[in-house]
Structure formats: structure tokens, C-alpha cells
């Protein structure tokens, strides 16, 4: 039986690794914050995104950089509403609203969003009555702390295991308040918490994720370790480590890979896919 990823009126066949792509709806994001900080710029974003082959598109109003300050619900809403709400219209593919509130969440579940991504793991026990009152997909991410000091001196005694098992944990517990299992997706989170070589080791052991059941979704686009490995500070001049870890992270267990560049990593995964003898 093909797995499937359950997202509202969306399934999602998992046979082959699914490209998520980026719109952040704000002036401040790590790697192109104020690119689509404009509601109209940002769905002509998520648009094009879809046409390169994106499977999925999520929406951000709210950077979780570290050292980020939190953004008010209310502003955070105003930013993505009207987005998902126009990408959703005419929805080929699922969107997914990147959120840690509640309200914002169940907002844009309202305005069309098929997918809850909480970077904050569901912590909230609101959050998770959002997600038990509809059947939308949910990612659960892994991360230390808050987004403001989450990079200071994070300390692991086996990161792998640790953020495995807080994963594993947290999936249960949505499972035990009526989130089914198929909407479940368990991200590690990379760069949320960790030191280059706790991402290292969370992407050499991937496949130990991979086998707790659920699908899981890598997101490293851009991100520091890139820049770490490469010595760039640009995260825009980061193209050839994202497309690398999504390779990698494709060929690993991974079931669900979000990008910023969309078109770049769509083409990797096709000809990769050929080599392998898939249909391209």
C-alpha cells in the first residue's frame, strides 16, 4: 500500500520525496526577509513556486531566525491571511501556514490552509486543539528553547536520540487527543537549537528518524551550517549546499524537503530520480 500524507482534502503520496517551497511573509527572515513582504508579491512568490513543480507551499508571517523577536499574533495574521486566502482559491496543491499560534493557525485553516507547521512542536495545548478540531496535516518540529536564545550553547547528550524522542513523544500525544496518525509529519528541525555538528548528525542519521513511522520533513535551505561548510555568509550564495542536503536528505528517508529555490531543487530530485530508474 502507498504511504500517504493526509492534508485536509490533500493526500500526499510519499513514493518519492516532496519539494515544500518558502514565502515568508516578512521584513525580516533570515534569508529574504522584505522579498515577499507584500501580500500580492508573495502569492505571485507562491504561484511560481507551484508552477516549478512545488508539491506544497508555506506561508510564514513570523521569522524564527535565532535571536528573533516574537511577532503579535494579530500583526502575524494580518500578514499571511490574505496570502493563503489568495494562493488557496485556486489551489493545486496543499499551503501550509508556518505558525507558533494558535489563533493564527486556525485562521488560516478558515482561509484555506491544509497544513499546521509549528515550529515550536505543538507545545501549546491550544495549538493542539486546533489540529484535533480539523483534519488538517501537521508538522511537529524539534526546537530548543525559543527562537531567541535557542542557539545559546545548545547542549545535547545524543541529539539524534533526544530530538527523536521528542518527536516520537509529542506525535503520541496529538495521536491520544485525536490527531490521526496519517496527518502526522515530524520535522527535527534543523538549525533550531543545534551547533553544525548537531545538524551534521541529525542528517548522517537520518534514516533513524525516518523509522519512527511518521513521514519527515528536512528543511535546511540556506540555513548556517551551509554557510559554516561553505564559508559563506550570503545565505542567497548557499544554492549548492541546499541542493546537496536535499539530495541527500531525499536519498535518506526524507519525505518532504523545503526550499527556497523551488525550480533548482525540483530539477536535482527529477534527474536523481532518473538515475534511480523512476519515472522522470
Known amino acids: 500500500m502507498e504511504r500517504v500524507w493526509h492534508c485536509g482534502r490533500f493526500e500526499l503520496p510519499l513514493s518519492s520525496a516532496l519539494v515544500m517551497g518558502i514565502v515568508n511573509v516578512t521584513p525580516d527572515s533570515f534569508s529574504d526577509g522584505g522579498e515577499s513582504f507584500e501580500p500580492r508579491s508573495a502569492v505571485e512568490r507562491g504561484l511560481k513556486m507551484v508552477a516549478d513543480g512545488a508539491a506544497i507551499i508555506d506561508v510564514g508571517g513570523e521569522s524564527t531566525r535565532p535571536g528573533s523577536d516574537e511577532v503579535s499574533p494579530a500583526a502575524e495574521l494580518a500578514r499571511v491571511q490574505p496570502v493563503v486566502a489568495a494562493l488557496a482559491h485556486d489551489a493545486r496543491v496543499p499551503f501550509s501556514v508556518d505558525t507558533r499560534h494558535a489563533s493564527v493557525a486556525r485562521a488560516a485553516l478558515e482561509a484555506g490552509a491544509s497544513i499546521v507547521n509549528d515550529v515550536s512542536g505543538f507545545r501549546d495545548p491550544e495549538m493542539v486543539r486546533v489540529a484535533a478540531?480539523?483534519?488538517?496535516?501537521?508538522?511537529?518540529?524539534?526546537?530548543?528553547?525559543?527562537?531567541?536564545?535557542m542557539q545559546a550553547e545548545p547542549s545535547y547528550t545524543d541529539v539524534v536520540d533526544e530530538v527523536g524522542a521528542y518527536l516520537l513523544g509529542r506525535a503520541r500525544e496529538l495521536e491520544a487527543e485525536g490527531v490521526e496518525r496519517e496527518r502526522i509529519c515530524l520535522d527535527p528541525g534543523i538549525g533550531?537549537?543545534?551547533?553544525?555538528?548537531?545538524?551534521?548528525?541529525?542528517?548522517?542519521?537520518?534514516?533513524?528518524?525516518?523509522?519512527l513511522g511518521y513521514p519527515v520533513l528536512v528543511g535546511a535551505s540556506r540555513k548556517s551550517l551551509i554557510g559554516a561548510i561553505l564559508g559563506e555568509p550570503d545565505p542567497r550564495r548557499r544554492l549548492e549546499g541546499s541542493l546537496a542536503i536535499a539530495a541527500w536528505a531525499a536519498s535518506h528517508g526524507a519525505d518532504v524537503v523545503r526550499v527556497h529555490d523551488v525550480n533548482e531543487t525540483v530539477r536535482l530530485l527529477r534527474t536523481w530520480r532518473a538515475i534511480e530508474g523512476e519515472s522522470a
Open 192 to 211: 533550531f537549537g543545534k551547533t553544525l555538528e548537531h545538524n551534521l548528525a541529525l542528517l548522517r542519521r537520518l534514516p533513524e528518524l525516518a523509522a
Open 133 to 149: 478540531e480539523s483534519d488538517a496535516g501537521v508538522i511537529i518540529m524539534h526546537m530548543l528553547g525559543e527562537p531567541k536564545t
